[in-house]
């Protein structure tokens, strides 16, 4: 009772939680043709419906119950075997983020609270050499071809928690990106979506005073909408990259990366007002924050947003630097929480011979007398 109902619900949060491509989620189930093929070969029973077959008509994104229950025990317990032994993570090609901490970075992250620029003057680059040698990280996204001036945006001088909403914002698309594995652009309506969830700072006046408030502002509303929580250790990973963005791929280009993320956002609330422009109006559903015409209009705010922080990183870019130093230590909180987790849970599991504790028989609360 206690493996079968565990693996059951695995197989199905793992088939849920992928958000990336449909090819992704197919190489879940990949591994168990494989199995049945290798059982035709060796001359087994061949008289069961082939798993196509079984298969056939069935949603990976959404009939994720209904795929578990047309497994074979053979199929199941093959499945059981590959998250025993750690080995699901390896069937899918994960996404390396254009961010990824290099070695130039990692001494930085030491560095940068005691190296912030006097100047103010943002050192942008618009070439794509990535990170230092070393890494075979991806190109950062091309930055926006026209960065408006500040002063034709704003009068007067810009508010100083500015920084900080950049933080929060960073961390939102860091964590949708994640998500996505990389394919946010291929479910832009829904990414952009998702954005917003987290990320009260683009479309209205909230404002941050610090790192660890902005962080944990976004972590915790995350985990507030099922569809999107995702574990300690991802959001750990999550502030990491908010660091090494923040950091850059070099001292002389430390703004390119939180530009290049900008700028990615920028293209993103593009590409999902376009796709909403071409879905017909829809005002009679209950959820405002659904219905086209709104939509459409947040999308088109979330760009122009993006282009007045472009232009503010322009001028006051080297306020950011520094805070990546704050983000380090948010991330080693989060991993001295986590490993607290972890053996707390190793502890739990040894008690209890598995994974989750024997449930209790239920007995009646009154019991008629004979």
């Not at 088939?15 to 001359?43: A, F, I, N, W």
């Not at 254009?98 to 618009?126: F, H, K, Y």
């Not at 929060?168 to 698309?173: A, E, H, R």
């Not at 790192?211 to 909408?225: T, Y």
Request: net charge negative.
């Amino acid at each position: 009772g206690c493996s079968e109902q565990f693996y059951k619900e695995h197989i199905i949060e793992e088939l849920k939680q992928q958000r990336g491509s449909h090819e992704e989620k197919q190489k879940v189930l990949e591994m168990l043709k494989r199995l049945e093929d290798q059982e035709e070969e060796d001359g087994e029973d061949g008289e069961e419906q082939t798993l196509e077959y079984r298969l056939e008509g069935l949603d990976l994104d959404k009939d994720t119950e209904a795929i578990w229950e047309q497994l074979t025990d053979q199929e199941r317990a093959e499945f059981q075997s590959v998250v025993e032994k750690g080995m699901l993570g390896e069937m899918l090609d994960m996404w390396t983020p254009w961010w990824r901490m290099s070695q130039e970075q990692a001494s930085l992250i030491e560095e940068v609270g005691s190296q912030q620029d006097d100047t103010g003057t943002a050192r942008t680059n618009t070439g794509t050499e990535g990170t230092e040698a070393g890494t075979d990280t991806t190109a950062p996204p091309p930055l926006l071809s026209k960065i408006p001036t500040l002063s034709s945006l704003l009068k007067g001088q810009p508010s100083e928690f500015i920084k900080y909403n950049i933080v929060n914002i960073l961390y939102c698309y860091a964590y949708v990106v994640r998500l996505h594995n990389g394919d946010h652009f291929n479910m832009s309506r829904e990414a952009a979506q998702e954005v917003l969830q987290l990320c009260p700072v683009l479309t209205g006046n909230s404002a941050y005073s610090s790192v660890g408030e902005a962080l944990h502002d976004a972590m915790a509303r995350s985990n507030r909408d099922p569809s999107m929580a995702n574990t300690l250790a991802f959001q750990s990973l999550v502030v990491k990259d908010v660091s090494c963005i923040l950091i850059g791929p070099s001292q002389e280009h430390s703004l390119q990366y939180v530009q290049a993320a900008l700028s990615d956002l920028h293209r993103l609330f593009s590409l999902a007002r376009k796709k909403v422009n071409k879905e017909p109006s829809s005002r009679d559903q209950s959820d405002d924050s659904t219905r086209t015409p709104e939509l459409r209009q947040k999308f088109f705010l979330c760009k122009k947003k993006c282009e007045f922080l472009l232009a503010w990183s322009e001028e006051y870019g080297a306020q950011l630097t520094p805070l990546a130093m704050d983000c380090s230590q948010e991330y080693a909180a989060l991993r001295r929480e986590l490993s607290l987790h972890e053996k707390t849970k190793s502890e739990l599991e040894k008690d209890w011979g598995c994974s989750r504790p024997a449930r209790r028989e239920e007995k009646p609360l009154i019991q008629e007398l004979s």
